[in-house]
């Protein structure tokens, strides 16, 4: 774990041209700061877009979602496209409570992200 943040992210890139970042830890207002950069910076990586894994997130604040509408924001302006996936009961909570699960890309796993990352096929 980064001790300067609290969470850690760890970023694969795909096949399909996206990125996986697997987050663990909690995205907060203490790790949202030192966060964002290195999210953007894995979304700049991508060709298609990224791919948030949730899984080993235990807590979010408002901090923490203000980081993923900036990414959101950001995918957006460079066409690409992000998912969010393995959220865990009580995020998705959050998700669906806030309404973000309309502005975000919810699936249930990487495979499902994939798929929903590639572009549609050309006629």
Partial sequence: ???????????????AGAVVMKLSGNLDAESSPGS????LDALDQSQTGAIMDFA????????????????????????????????????????????LDQVFRLCQDENDAIQALRPPPQS
């Fill in 1 to 15: 774990m980064d001790s300067s943040t609290g969470l850690t992210i760890h970023v694969v890139v795909q096949d």
């Fill in 36 to 39: 964002l950069p290195r999210i």
């Fill in 56 to 99: 080993g997130v235990k807590f979010i604040s408002s901090a923490g979602l203000g980081v993923l509408v900036e990414t959101q924001r950001r995918a957006q302006a460079a066409a690409k496209q992000l998912a969010l996936v393995h959220l865990p009961p009580q995020l998705y909570k959050i998700f669906k409570v806030s309404r």
